[in-house]
């Protein structure tokens, strides 16, 4: 059962330059996330989508796009990279209705230099 | 919007005492649900309880209990007998239920001492 899985765990990235995070689910969830987690300011939303082909700007979204072609994949891209976009990145995902809660993936951490 | 407040960055507690962390929240909103969630140094994120606001009764699981509070849109989580593995961040975070993002709060870290 390997829940929601991000690649990669690591990146480093020059300013300007653009990277795709990956993110697969495996539980059948409708609803995926992506969230940015800086020190001090907790996990702040990027994008959210509801279900396949729908997407939602999150709290901080500039800066980035994000790509919702079926149902066990978000994809997070970064076009041209910043140095405040150094963060670590979550992925996750839930089963809507009821109380059921947001499974997260093990993280990326992405360094811009 | 919605809101969370944790205005506890850090705290410490004794291995075995009791300790309780502060939420509070902003909505208009009548239904909604609560959760809080630990980050170990491990960096994973890990369900620890979940309340529904329409229940009156405080969810409860093991060691873990809250004090919800809707009228005054506060949540604290409370640990009891608490040990070493329970240091960690601990987040509260807010959902309603369309759309259901999830809003995090900035974070308590828990240092437990033996």
């Known amino acids: 059962n390997a829940g929601v899985t991000q690649t990669p765990k690591f990146q480093v990235l020059k300013t300007g330059q653009s990277m795709t995070l990956q993110c697969a689910q495996d539980?059948?969830?409708?609803?995926m996330y992506w969230y940015r987690q800086d020190p001090g300011m907790g996990l702040r939303l990027i994008y959210y989508s509801a279900s396949e082909g729908t997407t939602d700007k999150g709290e901080v979204p500039n800066g980035y796009n994000v790509s919702r072609l079926n149902k066990r994949e978000f994809s997070l891209r970064l076009e041209s990279a910043a140095p405040s976009q150094t963060s670590v990145y979550f992925c996750?995902?839930?089963?809507?209705?009821?109380?059921?809660?947001?499974?997260f993936g093990n993280g990326t951490r992405l360094t811009v230099t | 919007a919605q809101t969370v407040t944790q205005s506890q960055p850090e705290m410490s507690v004794q291995e075995a005492e009791t300790v309780t962390l502060s939420c509070t929240y902003d909505?208009?909103?009548?239904?909604?649900?609560l959760f809080w969630y630990k980050q170990p140094p491990s960096r994973q994120m890990i369900l620890v309880i979940r309340?529904?606001?329409?229940?009156?009764q405080n969810a409860t699981e093991n060691r873990f209990s809250v004090n919800f509070q809707k009228a005054a849109k506060s949540f604290s989580l409370k640990i009891s007998d608490s040990q070493l593995g329970d240091t960690a961040m601990y987040f509260c975070a807010f959902m309603k239920q369309v759309p259901d993002k999830l809003i995090f709060g900035t974070g308590t870290r828990l240092q437990v001492f033996p």
């Open positions: 909505t208009s909103e009548s239904n909604y649900y």
């Open positions: 309340q529904e606001a329409y229940k009156q």
């Open positions: 539980m059948n969830h409708n609803s």
């Open positions: 996750a995902s839930r089963l809507q209705g009821v109380n059921s809660p947001l499974h």
